[in-house]
């Protein structure tokens, strides 16, 4: 078996054609836009390259087949955040053979230790956190927009390596026309008849007014995470204008206290159900095709991509009230084409969020790990704190 770098044109696109080939006899993989990888490794499109770094590897056997793939990373925003300085690994696909997944981890190790990184974390990504993060390890029916999708048979590669969990990922399904329990229906009742509260949905005509209302609530409730920082007005921006031509305003939702910003859900109809069609590519005819699905209704699923409620308007049932103020507003109506919501997944370190999806009527469909290696295994192993 031999490593090559992926140092040129033709290595980088036999490293996005590999796990074509791989799973190409598997119905529930769904190829990911050729642009979404590229862009991870591109420093021009990835600003985290400007100061991190990032090597990728292709494993090819002695007829110059290639078996395997993976990527190696420092994040110099996160890496020193932890107990120890703290690299990362993703974009792993191999071949059904622990000697060559082994050979891929080394590489990873050996990499990483040469950048003064005394761990690993993986698979991850080289970016946030809603993307390639973690290992599918349950329900592995076709991935959402943007999520890993794998083999089962990793999960024994990464833990025969000696990997351990991290922290686990639950993505949470819920079904549209569910509605929510008694208990809950009536607090958030109490909550929707309280004046100070109201519950509006995006118009894209203000995104930018809509952009800056989600960093206010993003940066109150999420800033105190291990490894997030304080979202940046740029960054907002940025984020909501990337979401623009996708976007349903009827699916993100705001809720409001005295007219200060306190909590939003942002969901986009599933990509993944329409990308399924165009076979990586958004050039001409993938967007043709793109909008041809779009238009005969193959998105049945809108997918959660953030959720948040500023600490001091927790637990008081305002989760719940702007599902209601939703469901009221369109849901029940059958204005909408989705059937099910699919929520972006709730690490196992947050069990006040995963009480909320379970508020919402909301049941674990998938689980994924993320996996930490400790280079000298006489150290104490520690799980992701608990917020």
């Not at 800056?212 to 940025?238: C, I, L, P």
Request: aromatic share 16%.
């Amino acid at each position: 078996m031999q490593l090559l770098e992926v140092n040129n044109a033709d290595l980088a696109k036999e490293f996005l054609l590999f796990p074509v080939r791989l799973y190409k006899n598997n119905p529930n993989y769904i190829r990911p836009l050729d642009k979404d990888i590229e862009e991870v490794f591109d420093p021009k499109k990835n600003k985290l390259l400007r100061k991190g770094k990032c090597i990728r590897w292709l494993l090819q056997d002695v007829k110059g087949q290639t078996i395997g793939r993976v990527a190696a990373f420092v994040n110099a925003q996160t890496a020193n955040t932890f107990d120890q300085p703290t690299g990362g690994m993703g974009f792993f696909e191999c071949i059904d053979n622990q000697e060559a997944a082994f050979k891929l981890f080394d590489a990873c190790k050996t990499w990483l230790q040469q950048n003064n990184m005394e761990a690993m974390d993986g698979p991850i990504n080289l970016g946030d956190r809603e993307r390639w993060w973690g290992l599918l390890v349950e329900e592995f029916s076709p991935a959402s927009y943007g999520t890993n999708y794998n083999f089962p048979y990793y999960q024994q590669f990464f833990e025969a390596y000696g990997f351990q969990v991290f922290f686990k990922q639950f993505t949470y399904i819920r079904k549209v026309v569910e509605p929510l329990q008694d208990r809950y229906a009536a607090k958030a009742k109490q909550v929707m008849d309280n004046p100070d509260y109201t519950f509006r949905h995006l118009e894209k005509k203000q995104m930018e007014k809509y952009a800056e209302d989600f960093r206010t609530v993003y940066n109150k409730a999420w800033v105190k995470h291990e490894g997030v920082k304080e979202m940046s007005v740029a960054q907002a921006q940025k984020t909501f204008l990337s979401m623009k031509q996708v976007v349903d305003e009827r699916i993100v939702w705001f809720t409001y206290y005295k007219d200060e910003p306190v909590g939003f859900f942002i969901a986009i109809p599933e990509l993944n159900q329409l990308f399924r069609y165009v076979n990586g590519k958004m050039d001409w005819l993938g967007k043709l095709k793109f909008v041809f699905h779009r238009w005969r209704g193959a998105c049945t699923r809108a997918t959660g991509i953030a959720f948040g409620i500023t600490p001091d308007h927790q637990r008081k049932g305002v989760e719940a009230a702007m599902i209601l103020a939703s469901a009221n507003a369109y849901y029940f109506t059958g204005k909408l084409p989705y059937q099910d919501f699919m929520m972006n997944w709730i690490g196992d370190f947050n069990p006040k969020m995963m009480n909320v999806c379970e508020q919402i009527g909301a049941r674990i469909y998938k689980t994924h790990h993320t996996y930490r290696k400790l280079f000298d295994e006489t150290k104490e192993f520690k799980r992701a704190t608990r917020i």
